[in-house]
C-alpha cells in the first residue's frame, strides 16, 4: 500500500517536471522570438536578456554552447532534461550556495 502511494508520487512528480520543462522551453522560446522581431537587438544581446530574464547563468551557458546564439540555445535546451537543465540555472547555484552557507545543528 505504501509503495504504491510511493510509486504514484513519484510518477506525478516525473509528470510534473516534464510538463515544467515544456512549459519553460516554450516560454523560452516565444521570448527569443519576440525579441528577435527588434532589429536594434543582436543575437548576443538577446542571449543575455534570456539569460538574465529567465535566471540562467549566461557564463556556464556560452562555455557549453561555445557562442551566444540564443538559437543555438533552444536546441541545446531541447535535448537537456529538467534537472540538466537546472544545472544552468542561478537560481539553483544560489540555493546550492546558501544551503552550503547554513549551519546544520548537530545531531
Request: proline share 4%; charged share 20%; aromatic share 8%.
Amino acid at each position: 500500500m505504501i509503495i504504491n502511494k510511493i510509486n504514484q508520487l513519484i510518477i506525478s512528480f516525473q509528470i510534473e517536471t516534464y510538463l515544467s520543462s515544456k512549459e519553460l522551453i516554450t516560454l523560452i522560446k516565444a521570448r527569443i522570438s519576440e525579441l528577435d522581431q527588434n532589429l536594434e537587438l543582436t543575437t548576443q544581446d538577446i542571449f543575455l536578456i534570456i539569460c538574465q530574464e529567465f535566471n540562467l547563468d549566461a557564463d556556464f551557458l556560452k562555455e557549453a554552447l561555445s557562442c551566444q546564439c540564443p538559437f543555438a540555445l533552444i536546441g541545446f535546451i531541447n535535448e537537456l532534461e529538467l534537472p540538466d537543465f537546472l544545472n544552468y540555472s542561478l537560481i539553483i547555484e544560489d540555493l546550492n550556495t546558501h544551503s552550503q552557507n547554513v549551519k546544520q545543528p548537530p545531531i
